[in-house]
């Protein structure tokens, strides 16, 4: 499992996390709070086509890449937790994926 990485100073939310891997294998934690509602996507650079699949937290979209139009991405969410993790199966494990977090509610600690 890749851990996640402070976001770069540009995010437009302070605790944002970003992270890749080139392994069917996707995965993000991300520190959140209870009150917090935290945002996710992964993406994937397959050239053929297929869908994200296993993601473990609410799914909201998932798209299956075509070749020449679009390429795969899932997008969900997930209450805060003291630990809470994002996962999926990419559809390819020859392409490097991509996955994001933003925290949509804060939380006081």
């Not at 935290?38 to 998932?62: E, K, M, W």
Request: net charge negative; charged share 5%; proline share 9%.
């Amino acid at each position: 499992m890749l851990m996640a990485k402070p976001a770069p100073s540009w995010p437009l939310v302070p605790g944002s996390r970003h992270g890749l891997g080139s392994t069917t294998a996707a995965s993000l934690s991300v520190p959140s709070g209870d009150g917090q509602m935290v945002a996710q996507a992964f993406t994937c650079a397959d050239a053929t086509s297929g869908a994200f699949a296993s993601y473990n937290q609410t799914s909201r979209y998932n798209i299956a890449g075509a070749s020449g139009a679009n390429e795969p991405l899932v997008i969900g969410d997930a209450n805060g937790a003291a630990s809470l993790s994002f996962s999926a199966t990419a559809p390819g494990a020859n392409y490097d994926w991509l996955g994001a977090a933003v925290p949509l509610i804060p939380f006081s600690p």
